[in-house]
Structures are given as C-alpha cells and as structure tokens.
C-alpha cells in the first residue's frame, strides 16, 4: 500500500517539450494537490482539485496542465517546459485540514 | 490571502539541547488549522506536528511541541533533547479547511544539529 505515488522520480527535458508528471493516490481523498518547491519560496501551490473533474488554479499555475477523470489520479503536465519550471514537484492528498495531508515522494524535473 | 513568514532561514544547536523555530501568520478566520512539516535529505514531507486554532492547549508529540498564540498568530514550534536525526528543513503552513482545503507554506528553516 504505497498511498501516494509519484512518477518519474527525476527528470530531465529539454526547452520547449511537453511533459507530464504522474500522480496516483490509494486513499480515495477528495482533495488532491501539486505544488513546487524552489530555494527561498518554500512550496508553493501550482493546481489543485476537490473531486474529479474539479480543478483549480492555485498560485503559481501558468505554463501547466492538470486534468482529474478518476479520483485517484492528478496529472500535471508543462505543455512546453521552460528553464524557470526546472523545480521540485511534489503531489498531495486530503480529505479536509481536519484530516491531515498525504505527501508524495515528489519529482525532481530539470529543464535544458 | 492568507500568508506563512518564518524569519529563520537558517538555524543550529548543539545536540541534546532545545531549539525554537518561529512561524507567524496571517488570516482573518477564527478556526484553522496549522502544520510543521520536517523535509529531511530524502525529500520526504513527513507530518511533525498539527494545531487546531479552536483549541487552546498546544500539540504535543513526543519532543515536539508548539507554542499555539492564536492572538499573536504565531506558531513555534520546541524541538527538545535534539538528536541528528532531526537535521532537516522545517515548514510551517497554514489551511482554513471548511471546505477551503489549501495549505499555504512558509519558506521554511533548515536545522542543523551540532554533534
């Protein structure tokens, strides 16, 4: 039971390619989120959902994509990545504050 | 917006001792909920210790503990008796929840444990 999964561990794209980071969670949480975390800003929200086919901007969401058709996934893709998106990108789960959030292992992307 | 400042970008201690790492905030909601996440080297985000605003005694876990001053809006968290294993960054981050289930983080606080 791996709860909150993540996929590629690392990554390394070039300018201008489309790529998309995988996010699949087994706890059937409502809400799911991906953030990205740079030296000096902490984590910062990127996109997040509250059910499926619910998405929302958060505070950092121009140049990516996200799209949630079953519960369970929350793909974010960069439709064509740039050096400023190289980052640390990390997926999370929760049903509500009250509850806690499940954090994955996060992917580290690098742009060329 | 709500917003998460922790003014210690950086911060040591000598093994076995205590330290305190600061978080303030702000908002303009009563009841909340409040966060310190520890990220060790293996880039895990590992849940240290949760505060609901509405209740008045401060979490504890363990050697962590807060220091909840709702009026203040600051939250700090005590790491006491330090081992190396708690060398790592620290956030702090905040979500109004009812419905409104972003968490906001802070920049966070890297700690250092001197042997």
């Known amino acids: 039971d791996a709860g909150i999964t993540q996929s590629p561990r690392y990554k390394i794209t070039e300018t201008g390619r489309q790529v998309t980071l995988m996010c699949h969670q087994t706890?059937?949480?409502?809400?799911m989120f991906w953030y990205r975390q740079d030296l000096g800003h902490g984590l910062r929200l990127i996109y997040y959902s509250a059910a499926a086919d619910i998405t929302d901007k958060g505070e950092v969401p121009d140049g990516y994509v996200v799209s949630r058709s079953k519960t369970e996934n929350f793909p974010l893709t960069l439709e064509s990545a740039t050096r400023s998106q190289t980052s640390v990108y990390f997926c999370?789960?929760?049903?509500?504050?009250?509850?806690?959030?499940?954090f994955g292992s996060g992917t580290r992307l690098t742009v060329v | 917006a709500q917003t998460v400042t922790q003014s210690q970008p950086e911060m040591s201690v000598q093994e076995a001792e205590t330290v305190t790492l600061s978080c303030t905030y702000d908002t303009s909601e009563s009841d909340y909920y409040l966060f310190w996440y520890k990220q060790p080297p293996s880039r895990q985000m590992i849940l240290v210790i949760r505060q609901e605003a509405y209740k008045q005694q401060n979490a504890t876990e363990n050697r962590f503990s807060v220091n909840f001053q709702k009026a203040a809006k600051s939250f700090s968290l005590k790491i006491s008796d330090s081992q190396l294993g708690d060398a790592a960054m620290y956030f702090c981050?905040?979500?109004f929840g009812f419905g409104n289930e972003k968490l906001t983080f802070g920049t966070g606080t890297r700690l250092t444990i001197i042997p």
């Open positions: 999370a789960s929760s049903d509500g504050g009250a509850y806690g959030y499940t």
């Open positions: 981050a905040y979500t």
């Open positions: 706890w059937s949480h409502s809400y």
